[in-house]
């Protein structure tokens, strides 16, 4: 069974940035591709950024050139580094890895953007 383990979040003020990590385990395959979603309150799940292990990436337009988003396929480790925070940009923010068709969530890590 894959685990999906963030780090990370926390209180940080507009403008500022964050790095978040997550790390799976429990998988001798690397997984086929990982992302990070964001549930902001009232809001639907919605995809920031994901990478695939070919290392093609993708990026919601919302974060487009604040958001970086970089994996380790031998370590099967994910980090989003954000920049530029918005007060907007509040969410609990999930790792999300898929093997073979399968999906696999974290249990999310808060961050909160202070105007």
């Known amino acids: 069974q894959v685990q999906l383990v963030e780090s990370g979040g926390g209180l940080v003020q507009a403008g500022g940035s964050l790095r978040l990590s997550c790390v799976a385990s429990?998988?001798?395959?690397?997984?086929?591709?990982m992302a990070w979603y964001r549930e902001a309150p009232g809001k639907e799940r919605e995809l920031v950024a994901g990478?695939?292990?070919?290392?093609?990436?993708n990026f919601a337009d919302s974060v487009k050139g604040r958001f970086t988003i970089s994996g380790d396929n031998a370590k099967m480790t994910v980090h989003l580094q954000m920049n530029k925070l918005k007060p907007e940009d509040t969410a609990v923010y999930y790792c999300?890895?898929?093997?073979?068709?399968?999906?696999?969530w974290g249990k999310g890590t808060l961050v909160t953007v202070s105007s």
């Open positions: 999300y890895g898929v093997l073979w068709n399968m999906e696999y």
């Open positions: 429990g998988s001798a395959f690397n997984l086929d591709a």
């Open positions: 990478i695939t292990s070919g290392g093609s990436t």
